[in-house]
């Protein structure tokens, strides 16, 4: 049954593909170009029929509803750096009509409740919207980012900072939050001094919108330059971060320990009736802190100063070599990603969506495929992705296909769904396009 919903699924998006063509795919061109002076490879024909097929179908729907919010981030991050970084305009005005339509409806109607989505949905897409602005602005294509977006975003970001409460409730606001964990607060639980997902977004999106204003001749906010030294502040701090022997980079080891998705970190497999085994020196998980290779760049190019700049890419540094040296590992031929970002595997998330049901070993390794990994501008990342572009096609299927989500169960829209989305060719077009982004470090 599985697999004829998938079957049925492929037909319809191949159908819309169809007839996703037409004046309202694309929005108004006032530029010839973008400037790069860091060219990409260009497709050849036929990945460009494939990027066509699903990226350019992609930005043809709303993305912003409660069902695909939270995925179109992850998959169409990296589409949108690759059509910057080869100048193709046809993909750049594609993502311009979609943002446009974006800041049209959320300002508007609001017709799929998009500002009553939860805190990390809503971050993580306007994280992948002021990356846009931010790359328009890089790119001399101001004229392409829609008006509507700045002052929708900054005013919520900025009473984001001041006024959301942190995770777990631990303190009042984000901002207090910062200040505490740099102070070496001790909470009740480990976990509440974590600088989470949510975290790394609100100070990279304020960090984009820093740098937007000023590409763009404008003064930053009050809230933007404070948001930009806190960031310099988290990734100096020797409380925080621990440099490897190898040139690598851990940051906040240990203070995941006891939280209950990594209970089970101290097992190596899943085994009947296993009791909890936590580890007290567990790090982040590699699939969650695949976001920090996009947000430390965000980081970095916010720094007013060339030594606090030259501190966070000396991190952007050692961490494409822990990816490239310690979580990224050769295994039966493939590239596969460790559990925690040390190097090591351990279980988690255990039970977490069904009963019995985790991750060990190498099996949440799909983060790989969505990209993000990329961006660290490194070229034995550039390599291990010209190398996992070797491996496809690749089946939906968990017995042939290493990377295959089995644990994820939400309803997901065809292209970011794994029964359906290697069939249509999202994964393979992402890895394409992460293979030929340019590989030296922009600094």
Same mark, same amino acid.
Not at 208 to 220: A, C, I
Not at 249 to 263: E, H, I, K, L, T
Not at 275 to 304: G, L, Y
């Given at each position: ?18 007839? =996703? ?11 010839? =170009?973008?400037?790069?002076? *860091? ?6 024909? !036929?990945? @460009? ?31 949108? &750096? ?54 328009? @602005? ?9 008006? #509507? ?8 970001? !900025?009473?984001?900072? +001041? ?13 207090? &939050? ?11 639980? +480990? ?35 404070? =948001? =930009? !030294? ?35 970190? #101290? ?18 998980? +590699? ?6 290779? *996009? ?6 190019? *916010? ?21 490239? +040296? ?36 190498? !099996?949440?390794?799909? &983060? ?76």
């Amino acid at each position: 049954m599985p697999r004829i919903i998938s079957f049925l699924a492929i037909i319809a998006v191949m159908l819309q593909s169809m007839t =996703a063509c037409g004046p309202s795919a694309q929005a108004p061109s006032t530029g010839d =170009a973008c400037a790069t002076d *860091a060219p990409a490879v260009a497709l050849t024909a !036929e990945e @460009a029929a494939l990027y066509d097929s699903t990226v350019g179908v992609l930005l043809t729907q709303e993305l912003w509803t409660d069902r695909d919010i939270y995925d179109s981030a992850h998959y169409l991050m990296l589409p949108m &750096h690759y059509a910057f970084a080869v100048g193709d305009m046809e993909k750049i005005n594609a993502f311009a009509a979609f943002f446009d339509r974006f800041a049209a409806d959320v300002t508007g109607v609001d017709r799929y409740s998009f500002q009553e989505q939860g805190i990390l949905n809503r971050l993580q897409f306007y994280y992948f919207t002021t990356q846009f602005m931010v790359l328009c @602005a890089e790119n001399g294509c101001l004229e392409k980012v829609p008006g #509507g977006l700045l002052p929708m975003i900054e005013p919520q970001v !900025e009473t984001g900072f +001041s006024e959301w409460p942190s995770n777990w409730e631990s303190e009042p606001s984000r901002r207090e &939050h910062f200040y505490q964990v740099l102070a070496g607060k001790q909470y009740p639980f +480990s976990y509440y001094s974590i600088i989470d997902d949510a975290d790394m977004f609100l100070l990279a999106i304020l960090c984009d919108l820093g740098v937007y204003r000023q590409k763009s001749g404008t003064e930053l906010t009050a809230v933007e330059t404070e =948001a =930009a !030294e806190i960031a310099y502040k988290l990734l100096a701090s020797p409380l925080l971060n621990e440099e490897t022997e190898d040139g690598g980079w851990v940051f906040q080891r240990g203070v995941w320990w006891d939280y209950p998705d990594f209970a089970y970190a #101290g097992h190596q497999a899943i085994t009947a009736n296993m009791e909890p085994k936590p580890r007290r020196d567990v790090t982040w998980d +590699s699939s969650h802190f695949m976001r920090m290779a *996009a947000c430390i760049i965000s980081w970095r190019n *916010a720094q007013p100063t060339q030594e606090r700049y030259a501190l966070i890419e000396e991190r952007r540094a050692q961490l494409a070599t822990q990816f490239a +040296s310690e979580i990224c590992k050769k295994v039966n031929g493939y590239w596969l990603a460790t559990t925690f970002i040390d190097g090591t595997n351990g279980v988690y998330r255990y039970s977490y969506n069904t009963p019995g049901v985790g991750y060990s070993g190498y !099996e949440n390794s799909s &983060h790989i495929l969505t990209g993000w990994w990329g961006l660290l501008e490194d070229e034995r990342i550039c390599q291990i992705y010209a190398e996992i572009l070797q491996e496809f096609p690749l089946e939906a299927n968990r017995d042939t296909n290493p990377y295959f989500d089995f644990a994820t169960i939400r309803d997901q829209n065809p292209f970011y769904d794994d029964d359906t989305g290697y069939d249509l060719g999202m994964y393979q077009c992402i890895v394409v396009c992460a293979s030929k982004l340019p590989c030296d470090s922009r600094t």
